[in-house]
């Protein structure tokens, strides 16, 4: 038995008996008007994070859920496509597939706007996603991607940017290590598919959307989310693992390199105003929202008065790379 098949029996079992606080600390389910979410789908919320930022889902884009869970967030989704098949739900657990499908038709019955036609529930995995290239405007996943090896985290990558439109989004919510988890909490199946385990560091983590093509990366979130202690993991000293919501563009990679937008701000305290490298202006006193990259640019060559912000590990659009 791979860890794959480890984690498939798992959630088997909480597909059918729903498991409050499993995985990840759960989300708090959006508040939008006229949305009524089911009991057990709220149960059934495994998430870490949230995948749904309604700032990406004007003009009803058509959206690829991978691992569809309680079918929460697919319900979510399809509150801003509102039409036949405008959310394919992906999932390899036949168990996991009928509660969600059981869990819809409930919302169908609290939602005078929602029709169990808006989501359409498929058989497949992260690594054949049952969609056509270049087909569907935004893939998300949540606390799934988190539970596979290294190499097959890239596989399903891949996966996700061959079905993108161009321009398309990858929304992501998973757990990230604030320094790397040791080998023998890797190798526990059971830890890797209750999203323990499996994190890699922020670091890998972006470099690897990197690296399959993604040429820019936002971080709508980051913050605690568990603490793996001494006594019950086997451990040297505490380990901190945070949840990092982030929506990566497939854009191409600029030659200088991926632009990943973390919140940081440029500040021109000068007499006039200020141009940097990229024909950007600074004006006098008015933070603007930079990437990182621009970021160690301008601490490295500008004069002393730009000021470069930290991380807010909070940004939502509208800067310049």
């Known amino acids: 038995m791979t860890y794959l098949d480890t984690a498939a029996q798992f959630y088997s079992e909480v597909a059918q008996t729903p498991e409050a606080g499993l995985c990840c600390v759960q989300s708090t389910p959006m508040h939008l008007p006229g949305l009524n979410i089911p009991l057990k789908m709220q149960q059934m919320n495994y998430g870490c994070g949230t995948t749904v930022h309604a700032n990406e889902l004007t003009n009803q884009p058509t959206v690829l859920y991978v691992g569809v869970g309680g079918g929460l967030e697919a319900l979510q989704f399809a509150y801003f496509s509102r039409r036949a098949g405008a959310v394919i739900a992906v999932d390899p657990v036949a168990s996991m597939r009928e509660a969600a499908k059981e869990n819809l038709e409930v919302a169908a019955k609290d939602n005078p706007w929602f029709d169990t036609s808006f989501v359409e529930i498929r058989e497949g995995d992260a690594f054949n996603l049952p969609v056509a290239d270049s087909s569907v405007d935004i893939v998300a996943q949540n606390c799934l991607f988190n539970i596979f090896e290294p190499e097959d985290l890239t596989r399903a990558l891949k996966e996700a940017y061959r079905v993108l439109k161009p321009g398309g989004r990858l929304q992501m919510s998973d757990p990230i290590a604030t320094r790397p ?130 991380s807010t590990w909070n940004y939502d659009g509208g800067g310049c790379c």
């Open 181 to 310: 988890i040791p080998e023998h909490l890797q190798k526990d199946e059971r830890l890797r598919a209750m999203c323990l385990s499996g994190a890699l560091t922020y670091e890998e983590y972006i470099q690897r959307i990197i690296n399959v093509g993604f040429g820019q990366i936002e971080i709508r979130a980051r913050r605690p989310y568990r603490l793996l202690d001494t006594t019950t993991y086997n451990l040297e000293k505490d380990l901190l693992l945070e949840s990092l919501d982030s929506v990566a563009f497939k854009v191409e990679v600029p030659e200088d390199g991926a632009c990943v937008f973390t919140g940081k701000t440029a500040i021109y305290n000068g007499s006039d105003a200020f141009y940097d490298h990229n024909g950007q202006v600074l004006q006098r006193g008015i933070p603007a929202a930079i990437c990182d990259k621009t970021a160690e640019q301008l601490a490295h060559k500008s004069p002393e008065n730009v000021i470069v912000t930290d």
